[in-house]
């Protein structure tokens, strides 16, 4: 079935620089997507998220880009720092009431 | 607080036996959504509800489990007969209804169930 996926499951990063989170979708009837974190033992958090019309959103040190051509997602962390360790997921909307998760990548902040 | 609540947070049964998972969703949140997940994956959706219908049950792995919501707030997941592959985290998330529905869901720290 169409899924999301993500390129990467693992990345770390040095304390301070931009991280860098892709992520593959495939449904395109999909028209909003968003990027949740995940700390251990916890649910996920909403961290932003982008329609369809749009092709890149900015919030506080993190930035989604969306290329619809190419059915590509990316999460932009600025000056990443060590509570930015966690596994992030990407994910679609293709309805109102179902959120299609991908599997996650592992960011690992090294001080 | 302010968010979603889940309870218990652990829940250990025997296999066969019945479970039931609660979820306070937060306040003025119509929408009710159920998710599993795996060690190391990504949620799966199981059901959703609008207030206290419940519109989308494609999710759910067999008809062992059920949900409800019968005022329109707070939730129960019930797993009856359990079996072993139903060991995983059950995530509960709510969302205000807006316009084209591009509302994000708030998600529950889960409960985390291991079934023996």
């Known amino acids: 079935g169409e899924s999301v996926g993500l390129h990467l499951p693992t990345l770390s990063v040095q304390e301070g620089d931009n991280s860098i989170i892709n992520c593959a979708y495939s449904n395109s009837a999909s028209d909003y997507f968003i990027w949740y974190k995940q700390e251990s033992g916890k649910g996920p958090q909403f961290i932003i998220d982008?329609?369809?019309?749009?092709d890149k959103r900015q919030g506080q040190r993190v930035t989604v880009l969306l290329n619809k051509t190419v059915k590509h997602l990316s999460l932009q962390i600025a000056a990443t720092q060590p509570g930015d360790s966690a596994v992030y997921f990407c994910a679609e909307r293709p309805s109102y009431d179902k959120v299609i998760f991908g599997p996650g990548t592992s960011l690992s902040v090294i001080p | 607080g302010a968010g979603v609540s889940q309870s218990p947070r652990y829940k250990v049964a025997k296999r066969g036996q019945d479970v039931a998972l609660r979820c306070d969703p937060i306040s003025g949140h119509v929408s009710l959504f159920w998710y599993q997940q795996a060690l190391g994956q990504g949620p799966e959706f199981l059901t959703y509800f609008q207030n206290e219908a419940q519109l989308d049950k494609s999710g759910l792995p067999s008809d062992r489990f059920f949900a409800e919501r019968p005022e329109g707030s707070v939730s129960t997941l019930k797993i009856q007969r359990t079996q072993q592959e139903d060991s995983a985290v059950y995530l509960c998330?709510?969302?205000?209804?807006?316009?084209?529905?591009?509302?994000?869901?708030?998600f529950g720290d889960g409960t985390r169930l291991s079934i023996l």
């Open positions: 982008i329609r369809s019309n749009m």
């Open positions: 998330a709510s969302s205000l209804v807006g316009a084209g529905g591009n509302q994000p869901q708030h």
